[in-house]
């Protein structure tokens, strides 16, 4: 594997995703931000962003496979949230956890940055995903 992650001692734990990621590949992948759209464009989870972010991440694991990459190749996950809150976090977490063995996200999730954001690309978009990744 080129990826490896972990937290340090005297980082805080335990948190959802892990402090650092190293990568020792050569080919980077970019997935764009994914959002809670089927392939048609189709909205899924209208309103529920548990049910976005699951398939937000659906469609990263997606981008990631086109690749020929994984989340065991991923260095890194961001996460923009419309109208962020703290109360959210279970919300989100919930998603992350419902799909997280279907598509092979391995808990703690790997570093990743939450960012609250006022709107994205269409009002009943509530999340986006992006990943990066690297392969040997």
């Given at each position: 594997?080129s ?13 959802p995703?892990?402090?650092?990621a ?7 992948v ?5 959002v ?24 990263t ?8 990459a994984?989340?065991?190749?991923v ?8 109208r ?21 996200l ?12 006022d ?14 990744a690297?392969?040997d």
């Open positions: 594997m990826v490896k992650h972990f937290t340090p001692a005297g980082l805080p734990q335990p948190t995703y892990h402090h650092v190293v990568g020792t590949g050569t080919t980077q970019h997935v764009s931000g994914q809670a759209r089927l392939a048609d464009g189709t909205p899924v989870a209208p309103g529920d962003l548990a049910g976005q972010v699951a398939q937000a991440l659906r469609n694991a997606l981008g990631l496979t086109g690749a020929g994984s989340f065991a190749d260095l890194r996950l961001t996460f923009y949230v419309t962020w809150s703290p109360e959210k976090i279970s919300d989100l977490m919930a998603g992350v956890e419902a799909v997280a063995d279907e598509i092979g391995q808990l703690p999730m790997p570093p990743a940055s939450l960012i609250g954001v709107y994205l690309f269409e009002p009943d978009v509530l999340v986006e995903v992006e990943a990066t690297l392969l």
